[in-house]
């Protein structure tokens, strides 16, 4: 493994939920993600101080961001400021992501 270029399978991996995987690396201040969730899964509503920005590389999903929802397909990006409370329930098909935080995520670490 190289310092500077990863593999998927070079990344920490979470299983923080069952139909959710995290694979997940890092610099100083940021971290990066790619997230493949199971049809129908619900990641409930939560927030965190980081800012988030993603891409939805395939799937569907229905967003709550600060009370307000969201029909997000592949092809699609957000980008929420810290604080801010949102839910994610996926659509009939698997759902595949690639998101970033800054700062870096803590929790996210290996």
């Known amino acids: 493994m190289s310092k500077y270029i990863l593999n998927k399978e070079d990344c920490v991996r979470l299983s923080p ?19 493949e969730f199971a049809p129908g899964t619900v990641l409930p509503e939560h927030t965190h101080p980081h800012e988030q920005v993603g891409y939805m590389i ?10 307000e929802t969201f ?4 092809g699609q990006m957000w980008r ?8 994610v329930t996926v659509g009939e098909h698997p759902m595949r992501v690639v ?3 800054s700062p870096a995520r803590e929790d996210f670490r290996g």
């Open 58 to 67: 395939e799937g569907e999903a229905e967003f709550i961001v600060d009370g």
């Open 17 to 35: 939920k069952e139909g959710l995987e995290i694979f997940a690396a890092e610099c100083e201040k940021t971290t990066i993600t790619v997230m």
């Open 80 to 87: 929420f400021p810290g604080g801010v409370p949102h839910q």
């Open 71 to 74: 029909s997000v397909s592949a």
């Open 99 to 101: 998101e970033v935080f």
